[in-house]
């Protein structure tokens, strides 16, 4: 009896969209001696994921460091780590990884004329206004935001809603404890960063350092800048609060 082989191809999907996570955090929101508060934003191409948290944990036990990365904890035992860490995250093409935050002069916020006398839903605002911008119709997004109290349940759901209606793209949306997630650790220390350098007068040597390793890796001499919307791998976007806030 002759047998018969039969082949089956299988049509792989070449037009499959890109797939990114975005990993948001905040700084200076609530510290009333800041007149400036950030909100930050860490895009990574979800197929490199794997690979960088491998790369992470191990520069991380070369360095020894142990717990959360928080940048209220940054010291001089911690400069060497972040200077590897930052030098290696970005140095990836921006259509890998790229980090955008927004700058909020505290003090130009109208809150009763544009915000309701609502501090949480201006916050919302500029959360929106931060990743509208940068979101893409033709890709998939998986936000994680760091979690903080709120008085609104809601208030990330109806996020997702409002940034749905400019795009589809968007595929999960949650908060989380930032002790669960490597990369709002990540997030929290670049948003810390630029928070601090667009607020602080004082001369911390460990966190000036910091901001000078950080500033090294994106190619600029500090983390005090106003970015152009075509400047993709570090992106401070500086909103005009004088034409609407």
């Known amino acids: 009896m002759s047998s018969c082989v039969v082949i089956v191809k299988i049509k792989m999907d070449t037009n499959e969209p890109p797939k990114f996570n975005i990993y948001c955090d905040e700084s200076s929101i609530d510290n009333p001696n800041h007149n400036w508060m950030v909100i930050g934003a860490l895009f990574i191409d979800r197929t490199i994921i794997p690979n960088i948290k491998d790369r992470i944990k191990e520069i991380r036990e070369k360095h020894s460091i142990n717990g959360e990365l928080k940048w209220v904890k940054s010291s001089a035992r911690t400069t060497d780590f972040y200077e590897e860490l930052f030098a290696y995250?970005?140095?990836f093409e921006p259509q890998k990884i790229t980090f955008r935050c927004i700058a909020i002069d505290k003090s130009k916020i109208n809150y009763e004329k544009y915000h309701q006398q609502d501090k949480e839903l201006a916050f919302y605002k500029f959360y929106y206004q931060l990743l509208k911008r940068r979101i893409k119709e033709?890709?998939?997004q998986y936000l994680f935001l760091d979690f903080r109290p709120s008085k609104n349940k809601n208030s990330v759901r109806r996020l997702g809603e409002f940034l749905n209606l400019f795009t589809k793209g968007i595929k999960h949306i949650q908060a989380y404890p930032s002790d669960q997630n490597i990369f709002i650790q990540v997030t929290d220390i670049l948003t810390g960063a630029v928070a601090y350098s667009y607020n602080s007068t004082q001369q911390n040597k460990s966190k000036n350092a910091l901001?000078?390793?950080i500033a090294k890796s994106i190619s600029k001499e500090?983390?005090?800048?106003?970015?152009?919307?075509?400047?993709?791998?570090?992106n401070i976007f500086c909103i005009d609060l004088t034409k609407r806030n």
């Open 211 to 213: 901001i000078s390793s």
């Open 89 to 91: 995250l970005f140095s």
């Open 222 to 234: 500090n983390l005090h800048f106003c970015s152009p919307f075509w400047e993709e791998k570090f």
């Open 138 to 140: 033709d890709v998939q």
